[in-house]
Nanobody, 118 residues
Framework: QVQLVESGGGLVQPGESLRLSCAAS????????MGWYRQAPGKQRELVAI???????NYVASVKGRFTISSDNAKNTVYLQMNSLNAEDTAVYYC????????????WGQGTQVTVSS
């Protein structure tokens, strides 16, 4: 069983920064990717950023240049540095891990609330 524990959410003003962390533990084998999704009220969950063990990254267009994803493979931890936050970034952010071989398994954290408001 895999557990994902997220931290770092909160309430900030527009233009401020937050850093999310997610530590994965348990029976993790052959991590394929780690990342962050978010879901705003009334909207579908969307991919924010994803990183592979080799360091390849991908971001949704709306956060490029503002958010940076990184990971510590030895600690099975993924981070999301969020700068220049705006109201449209308000959402519940979910940590995500894909692992396993040959069949991949997807795991999700419980979510952490990020609210950007003046």
């Amino acid at each position: 069983q895999v557990q994902l524990v997220e931290s770092g959410g909160g309430l900030v003003q527009p233009g401020e920064s937050l850093r999310l962390s997610c530590a994965a533990s348990g029976s993790i084998f052959n991590t394929n990717a780690m990342g962050w999704y978010r879901q705003a009220p009334g909207k579908q969950r969307e991919l924010v950023a994803i990183i592979t063990p080799s360091g390849n990254t991908n971001y949704v267009a709306s956060v490029k240049g503002r958010f940076t994803i990184s990971s510590d493979n030895a600690k099975n931890t993924v981070y999301l540095q969020m700068n220049s936050l705006n109201a449209e970034d308000t959402a519940v952010y979910y940590c995500y891990v894909r692992e396993g071989w040959p069949r991949m398994r997807d795991h999700w954290g419980q979510g952490t609330q990020v609210t950007v408001s003046s």
